[in-house]
Antibody, heavy 121, light 106 residues
């Protein structure tokens, strides 16, 4: 069974870069033609899509975050990563990684457990 | 951007009740609408995709309908494990979510 696990710094100072990794196990990140995604959820609030990395390696980002976000993949380690630059307190959230299924539209069928990132000095 | 609006924001119901949650898109999204359930401290879990297709392993008391801009999630007979928050998500363009509907025990 596919499993995803987020890891990275839980505390980031304002203006610095948030860095997270999603390790995929129980399947290869290279197989099935899947895309992968990051989604976040501020405490007590709703879900916000951050971006995709497609099987081709190309990316797509939420326009509201596009200038600060980079998603990349390390196929040799079966993982993909998120970097968010110039963070502020508004970036405090639980960050989830997930697999994308394409039925014409997209939905997210396997999720990591989430990791809380707090932006504070 | 496509805005997704759910109603109600919260709902109190009893075990055995039939419950309906509504999601409206700001423009047509055809049938590219998905529903998720989230319990406290857990990741969301997909229930329904493509407006009405039940994800594998999801109980048949969950059903979805709609197309274009108006969609519904129905739980035919609430079970204790169904008390959670439900989100809709459009997969037609840049993904966006509804604000959530919190389903509480009456």
């Amino acid at each position: 069974q596919l499993q995803l696990q987020e890891s990275g710094s839980g505390l980031v100072k304002p203006s610095q870069t948030l860095s997270l990794t999603c390790a995929v196990s129980g399947g290869s990140i290279n197989s099935g033609g899947y895309s992968w995604t990051w989604i976040r959820q501020p405490p007590g609030k709703g879900l916000e899509w951050i971006g995709y990395i497609y099987q081709s390696g190309s990316t797509s980002y939420n326009p509201s975050l596009k200038s600060r976000v980079t998603i990349s993949v390390d196929r040799s380690r079966n993982q993909f990563s998120l970097k968010l630059d110039s963070v502020t307190a508004a970036d405090t959230a639980v960050y989830y990684c997930a697999r994308v299924l394409d039925f014409g539209g997209h939905y997210f069928d396997s999720w990591g457990q989430g990791t809380l990132v707090t932006v504070s000095s | 951007d496509i805005q997704m609006t759910q109603s109600p924001s919260s709902l109190s119901a009893s075990v055995g009740d039939r419950v309906t949650i509504t999601c409206r898109a700001s423009q047509s999204i055809r049938s590219y609408l998905n529903w998720y359930q989230q319990k406290p401290g857990k990741a969301p879990k997909v229930l329904i995709y493509a407006a009405s297709t039940l994800q594998s392993g999801v109980p048949s008391r969950f059903s979805g309908s709609g197309s274009g801009t108006d969609f519904t999630l129905t739980i035919s007979s609430l079970q204790p494990e169904d008390f959670a928050t439900y989100f809709c998500q459009q997969g037609y363009s840049t993904p966006s979510f509804g604000q959530g509907t919190r389903l509480e025990i009456k």
